[in-house]
């Protein structure tokens, strides 16, 4: 069974600061997506990594996937309260459906 | 705009009601999903299916059923509810492979009393 772990489970941070969330697995995935999902609403796609070592950036927000492909990483620059929601990682591993981390809950205070 | 509509936001049912949680997308996509979120567990998929009158178990099945008699609708079943299912609902599309972009209904959080 393929597993995503995300860490940390929940952050807590200032408007302006900087933050890095991770996801970690001990499988290989063709491609990785990053959703945000917003109070109240269904995830939404972020955007998907797909050659090992990629690095896309959207806005403050910089995504990696690693060499192996076994890893990803989300960094966002300079937190605003709008980036506040639940961050998830989804892998695919093949033949079956995504496999989704049970997110990191970011918090951005004003 | 591509749009995934789940036709209940939040219903509250006793035990041992059946429920049906419907969900249409109008992208003409092939798979549609249906997932569970609790907090600490993550999404966690419970039937999925890639085309009509077709269906797969995910994860987590027991307890649920579900129909896809058209292209745009999939429909969640509980025969009979229980507490323990007592959660937010997320219907899901994709279009060509079970691993694109999901496209994500705005949840339907039940309570089972």
């Known amino acids: 069974t393929q597993l995503l772990e995300q860490s940390p489970q929940f952050l807590s941070i200032q408007e302006g600061e900087n933050l890095t969330v991770y996801c970690n697995s001990s499988?290989?995935?063709?491609?990785l997506q990053w959703y945000r999902q917003e109070p109240g609403e269904g995830p939404v796609l972020l955007v998907t990594v797909v050659t090992g070592g990629e690095v896309k950036k959207l806005k403050r927000l910089t995504f990696q996937f690693g060499d192996a492909r076994k890893d990803s990483s989300l960094h966002i620059t300079a937190a605003q309260p709008g980036d506040t929601g639940l961050y998830l990682c989804?892998?695919?591993?093949?033949?079956?459906?995504?496999?989704f981390g049970k997110g990191t809950r970011l918090s951005v205070i004003a | 705009d591509v749009k995934v509509t789940q036709s209940s936001r939040y219903l509250v049912k006793r035990t041992g009601e059946k429920v049906f949680l419907e969900c249409v997308q109008d992208m003409d996509h092939e798979n549609m999903f249906w997932y569970r979120q609790d907090p600490g567990l993550g999404l966690r998929l419970i039937y999925f299916?890639?085309?009509?009158?077709?269906?797969e178990k995910g994860d987590i099945p027991e307890g649920y059923s579900v129909s896809r008699e058209k292209k745009e609708r999939f429909s969640l079943i509980l025969e009979s509810a229980s507490t323990n299912q007592t959660s937010m609902y997320l219907c899901?599309?994709?279009?060509?492979?079970?691993?694109?972009?999901?496209?994500f209904g705005e949840g339907s959080r039940l309570t089972v009393l």
């Open positions: 299916s890639y085309d009509v009158k077709m269906k």
């Open positions: 989804a892998g695919d591993g093949g033949n079956t459906p995504l496999v």
């Open positions: 899901a599309s994709s279009r060509d492979t079970n691993t694109g972009e999901l496209f």
């Open positions: 499988s290989v995935f063709s491609s």
